[in-house]
């Protein structure tokens, strides 16, 4: 459980540099090499795109922090309710 925890968080850093925002190439670079297992459109700019839209609560163009972690509990929730994500995400 700290693991996944560390992982998220970690992943966010990465992903934004040290950042406070990942702008929208971060973010598709993100989705797209780590979250192929799980999300059925991490490999299309428009649907990540659109998901970037959906995310951005304070409407500034990037995903900060906050808006990161809604999209780790939305694939939380929908993992949850498959209950088969544990097995299609291991590869
Ligand atoms: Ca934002």
Redesign the pocket.
């Known amino acids: 459980m700290e693991d996944a925890i560390k992982t998220v968080v970690m992943t966010y850093i990465k992903s934004s540099k040290g950042k406070e ?1 990942l702008d929208s190439s971060s973010f598709k670079k993100l989705v797209s090499k780590q979250l192929g297992g799980i999300m059925e459109d991490a490999d299309s700019s428009s649907a990540i795109k659109e998901m970037q839209k959906g ?10 922090f906050s ?1 990161y972690l809604n999209l780790i509990g939305y694939l939380a929730n929908a993992m949850s309710q498959k209950q088969c994500g544990s097995t299609e995400a291991a590869s």
């Open positions: 925002n995310l951005d609560e304070n409407s500034d163009g990037k995903v900060n808006e």
